[in-house]
């Protein structure tokens, strides 16, 4: 895990070619978009959804209501295991494509709600 690209919350402004804008920078490859920052995330398409994987986001659950997971160019579902883990912190859990995930991230952050992603990049 690396450190914050960004110490706070920023809608996605670009996303595909393997990476994302956002707040004027870019990032290669996955990123966690958490009320703690944006974060790098050593995650690509097709990698197994873990707990493990989703540690950061488990360890700053505290503001997260909902988990907006992008999964890739497809849906893929979130294992019962991770959505265990997830529910015991308190968090509803949505995987979805990365599009939809980015497009309804930038919604519920703009209504002010209590939303993390987890963005796995697509090219």
């Known amino acids: 895990m690396r450190d914050a690209h960004f110490p706070g919350r920023a809608p996605v402004d670009a996303y595909g070619n393997g990476g994302f804008r956002f707040a004027d920078m870019s990032h290669r490859g996955s990123l966690l978009m ?14 197994p959804l873990t707990a493990d994987r989703f540690q950061q986001v488990l360890d700053d ?6 988990l907006l997971v992008g999964t890739g160019m497809g849906m893929v579902p979130l294992p019962a295991e991770l959505k265990a883990a997830l529910k015991a912190r308190g968090i509803a859990s949505d995987p979805m494509s990365t599009g939809a995930a980015v497009r309804t991230y930038n919604i519920m952050l703009a209504e002010e709600r209590a939303v993390a992603a987890a963005l796995i990049a697509v090219v």
Do not use: N, Q, R, T
């Open 61 to 66: 659950a505290d503001g997260i209501e909902v």
């Open 34 to 47: 958490l009320p703690s920052g944006v974060h790098g995330w050593d995650m690509a398409e097709g990698d």
